[in-house]
């Protein structure tokens, strides 16, 4: 059995405002295929990217993730410095 193009595998980072761009990409590709829906992800890549890489997250969690942790690697950063970093900036002393 072939996974449905539009299938979510992670919903985890989704906001409500990706739930309704994710709903506008899934009318695209139904109402005109794999064309409308090209068009509808360009647009929405043009006007909201962080929207773009999670709603992209969601329905490939696996290649998102690697690709992050490529362009991390390139800029010599590691996993855990990212870690490190988060922890610093949501600790109440990073807040200050």
Wanted: glycine content about 6%.
């Amino acid at each position: 059995m072939t996974k449905h193009p539009m299938e979510v595998e992670d919903t985890s980072f989704l906001s409500d405002a990706d739930w309704a761009e994710l709903n506008k990409l899934k009318r695209a590709h139904q109402k005109g295929g794999k064309r409308a829906l090209s068009k509808a992800v360009d647009k929405l890549t043009e006007n909201d990217r962080g929207s773009y890489v999670r709603i992209m997250a969601a329905f490939f969690p696996s290649m998102v993730r690697n690709a992050v942790k490529d362009a991390m690697a390139q800029y010599g950063v590691t996993e855990e410095e990212l870690r490190e970093l988060i922890r610093k900036c949501e600790s109440p002393a990073g807040k200050q």
